[in-house]
């Protein structure tokens, strides 16, 4: 178990601190004279490693360091991007902070507005989310002054870090028994017996156990979330009373610093937002689900891909080439997205075992990419967008978001259920108070949960 057995993983730590510690030798050290094809190549190693290491079928051990290889090489990416953005200007590439410490990038620009659901079509045809998206700029949000590092009393500090430790602890004792459910129903529901072919969507059990399967994926990124909020608190009330100890002014800077940016993450809105009132899939995709990736893709993909295409001037508006760059935009940030989950599942299971199932690597990226088409299309700058949402009830709408996503969703969840190596048998971390008593939920039975 990875929880309990630290100390074996310490050579596993090391090996993958390699590449970090060469990446802050060429980034911090020797900046100057490291090329970014260098940076690039070191980044490369550092995702590389679970692949041809870790990839063993140890998916317990492996979901820590495949975690921190995304973490790592998502920073060293982040960090190339900025110093490619300061160009040869060598005062701007001083002032960039140590790679590891962008760790918010993911979530360093809130986009969501919470007071309206429902897009709004501005003047060029475009609602405020697919704006929100093309903008360099973002909309004002409770949490836009957060960037601006302002002064604070140790008191304050210590009192917002105290209140949120004591938030997320509770909220964590609430969440063991409503995880040991979820938890348990992946120990104790057996496979559906097309689990081994194409036919995802028969007969209607096999569609309805692959949907609860998905649902269950939901408050299990909640915890994840929520989890890391804890520990932020956590290290924020550690270094405040280490701060109080010792009130030296490198204490109380560290401190300040530490102070805001957990302030930054731990005032983003939720994860998710009431997905199952998406009405397209463009409002689930850019609105409602798991909003933490977004302005790290943008950033990374979604910007780079649309500088590739003309601008919208004012004087000399290119329609045909702002709508291409758009949609290449949007379909390269989902081709990323599918390329990071079938990354997730190749170095959490191993490429031995992936071969062992024909046609199972890909289909992470098929997954988004059907998810691509369908959020352009039902994006708000389609010539028929605005004949739709006026034809089209509400209703009627959400439905079909519904029985599309539903339709697509075996797409994504066969290839772990197939190997058992996310979903089944369940995490093993949360206690088993439900196994013997949730059986006659399963559509296909139980399993021997003995072995």
């Known amino acids: 178990m990875l929880f309990f057995s630290p100390f074996m993983l310490l050579p596993d730590i090391i090996l993958y601190s390699i590449p970090s510690f060469l990446f802050y030798l060429c980034t911090e050290k020797h900046q100057q004279y490291t090329p970014d094809i260098v940076l690039v190549f070191i980044t490369i190693i550092q995702l590389l490693i679970p692949i041809s290491y870790r990839g063993a079928g140890l998916w317990k051990e492996n979901d820590f360091f495949v975690a921190l290889s995304i973490s790592l090489g998502s920073r060293m990416m982040f960090y190339i991007h900025d110093l490619r953005q300061c160009g040869n200007n060598q005062e701007k590439r001083q002032q960039l902070a140590v790679f590891y410490q962008a760790r918010h990038q993911w979530n360093e620009s809130p986009t969501r507005s919470s007071n309206n659901h429902k897009d709004t079509t501005s003047s060029n045809g475009e609602d405020n989310a697919i704006t929100r998206m093309t903008a360099s700029t973002t909309t004002s949000t409770p949490s836009s002054s957060l960037n601006d590092v302002k002064p604070v009393s140790l008191s304050v500090i210590y009192h917002d870090s105290r209140r949120w430790f004591l938030k997320y602890v509770t909220y964590i004792a609430l969440l063991v028994p409503i995880m ?33 399967t998905f649902l269950i994926v939901h408050p299990y990124l909640h915890a994840v979330d929520l989890i890391y909020r804890f520990f932020l608190s956590a290290h924020l009330m550690m270094m405040v009373l280490w701060t109080k100890t010792k009130p030296t002014k490198d204490c109380m800077t560290s401190l300040l610093h530490h102070y805001h940016d957990s302030r930054h993450y731990i005032l983003q809105p939720s994860l998710f937002d009431q997905p199952w009132l998406a009405h397209s899939a463009h409002n689930l995709w850019s609105c409602r689900w798991h909003q933490l990736l977004r302005p790290g893709f943008k950033k990374l993909v979604y910007d780079p891909v649309r500088s590739l295409f003309p601008e919208e001037k004012a004087n000399n508006t290119s329609i045909m080439g702002v709508c291409m760059g758009r ?11 599918g390329l990071l989950h079938d990354y997730i599942l190749l170095a959490r299971v191993g490429l031995s075992a992936i071969r062992s199932y024909p046609g199972m690597l890909g289909q992470q990226t098929i997954f988004f990419l059907l998810q691509g088409v369908a959020t352009v299309i039902s994006s708000p700058c389609m010539p028929w967008y605005r004949f739709l949402s006026r034809a089209v009830p509400m209703w009627l709408a959400r439905l079909l978001t519904l029985v599309w996503f539903v339709f697509t969703l075996p797409i994504f969840i066969v290839p772990f259920s197939r190997n058992g190596s996310l979903l089944l048998p369940g995490t093993g971390l949360y206690p088993r108070f439900f196994d013997s008593h949730i059986g006659f939920l399963c559509p296909y039975g139980t399993i021997d949960t003995s072995s």
């Not at 496979?191 to 995802?200: E, G, R, V």
């Not at 949609?327 to 997205?337: K, N, T």
Request: with cysteine; net charge neutral; glycine share 2%.
């Open 327 to 337: 949609i290449a935009a949007i379909m390269a940030v989902f081709l990323a997205s």
């Open 180 to 212: 040991s459910f979820f938890d348990g129903l992946l120990h104790v529901c057996s496979f559906p017996p097309t689990a081994n072919s194409i036919l995802y969507w028969y007969p209607w059990k096999t569609l309805a156990y692959y949907l609860v």
